[in-house]
C-alpha cells in the first residue's frame, strides 16, 4: 500500500469571486496501489489578485497537501496494522450469536 505520484491539476476554471479576486483551486490526487485503499483526491482554494504571484503561495500549497498526505499514510498504517486484525478476530471472538 503506497500512495503514487500526486498529479497536480486546476480543479476547476479560474472564477472571478469579485472585481479583480478570483478563486483558483488547485486539486491534488494520488492512487493508492492498493485497489482497496481510496488514495487521494484534495482541492486548495487560493485566493488571487492580478499582479499577486502565485509562486509566493507554493510552499502554503505544498504545506497543506503534504499534511493530507502524511494524515492518510497515518491512518493506512493504523488500519493495515497486525494489531487490528487481531483486535477483530477477538472481538468477533467474543460474541455470542
Known sequence: MALQ???ITLASHVTE????????T????CADD???MAGLDETYPLKYR??????DAV???IEFFQEKIDSYESA?????HPSMATGMTMIENGLVI
Do not use: C, S, W
Not at 488547485?26 to 490526487?29: E, S, T
Not at 493506512?76 to 493495515?80: D, G, K, L, P
Open 17 to 24: 469571486t469579485q472585481k479583480n479576486l478570483y478563486n483558483i
Open 26 to 29: 488547485f486539486r491534488m490526487v
Open 59 to 61: 510552499d502554503d500549497i
Open 34 to 36: 492498493d485497489q482497496d
Open 5 to 7: 505520484t500526486p498529479v
Open 76 to 80: 493506512v498504517a493504523i488500519e493495515t
Open 50 to 55: 492580478p499582479g499577486d504571484n502565485v509562486a
